[in-house]
């Protein structure tokens, strides 16, 4: 169990709108979660190990609810396509290679080595259907000492033959790679139906089988592109929307549920959204490379939906979340202008709470410092922004600024639940 004490300047959201900052203060950490801040360190404490970061710009880690580790060596790359082609063109062809775990090992460590230096510290990630290199990943992320959820992907129709698992076997397999990853303590299995042009009706039904009897969380794609969605409704003609698709299987709301995108969803799939406590993992980097459209980020927040950022690699090129934050903000204002409904955009406090503290919630307390959340903790050095303004700014502006500026740096120093990420 780990408990120290953090010195200097803290930001986090209070909630939706607000952000609060906490200067000069001291964060104790008490057995790997947040104890409180203290202006004098009290007796009592005066033994714990102390980190003074007096000059730093301190906030809770990052959620990335959206990630495809076996995407990530063509980040960056291919963007001129949008989803379906883009699939068949790109992305299986890579994900296929993984079927070779010296590949899978090697492009893994690239993928972790660049997520620990990232704010990011929690993932809930795409691996491929092949359960050696997934269980390989998890194993990585385990080491690195991150945190969160790693999916087997299931796919038993459309895709290449390669990437093809028969039914039963893909069953097989997704109960043998839960079994073995009881090994692992902070990063833990999670249902991943790749989508449903991917999986039949059957491989869906036993899933949400298994996310029943196991108690775990599913992650899938919902909405994100028109000509997927005209496809879903020829595959499941019997469900009402793309939503009612998974709903109808059993997937949706048993346990903790995600989906990435949402750009199309409203009214009846909405609906679904709201009273299933479903997830939604905005992408806003991916909804522009892939030119699926703009999620309505702000409607779905005034519905109750909760949000949270996913970087969406490698439809979106970058692995960090703050540059999610950022590329949120942008998007939502877009769609202000240019499209006819009565969105709002999305002011900065409300990103950063997507980020933190709405996208934590999906792995626990998990995203704000209170007392009792994990102690998730990111320092950014904001010394390389030179500004004649920065001694009239809030500690939040200079948030704002790093945010837009440095959204790609490495960050000063990460704790994930009480632990020190070491280089
Ligand atoms: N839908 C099904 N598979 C994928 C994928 O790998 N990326 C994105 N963006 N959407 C998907
Ligand atoms: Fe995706």
Known sequence: MDSFIIHGNFVHSKNRFVLEEINDMNLVVLNNKIDGFYKTIPECFKNLEYYDYSDKIIIPGLSDLHVHAPQYQFRGLWMDMELLPWLDRHTFPEESKYKNLDYANKAYDIFV?????????????????????????????????????????????????????????????????????????????????????????????????????????VQSHLSENLSEIEWVKELVPQSKSYADAYNIFGLWGINKTVMAHCVYSYESELELLQNKNVFVAHCPDSNTNLTSGVARVTALLDSGVNVGLGSDIAGGEDISILSAMKNAIKVSKLNKRLSHNNDGSLLFPEAFYLATKMGGQFFGNVGAFIKGYDADIVVLDDSSIKTTLKSELTLKERLEQYVYLKSSDCVFAKFVKGRKIED
């Open 113 to 217: 080595e660049d997520l620990k230096k990232s704010a990011t510290t929690r993932v809930c990630a795409f691996a491929t259907i092949h359960e050696e290199a997934t269980l390989a990943l998890m194993k990585k992320l385990e080491a690195a000492g991150l945190s969160g959820f790693v999916g087997k992907v299931n796919t038993d129709r459309n895709a290449p033959d390669i990437l093809i698992e028969e039914s039963d076997v893909s069953i097989k397999n997704t109960l043998s790679y839960i079994e073995k990853s009881k090994e692992f303590k902070n990063i833990k299995p999670i249902i991943t139906p790749r989508f449903i042009p991917t999986c039949s009706d059957y491989l869906l039904k036993e899933l949400g089988k298994i996310s029943k009897e196991y108690k775990l969380p």
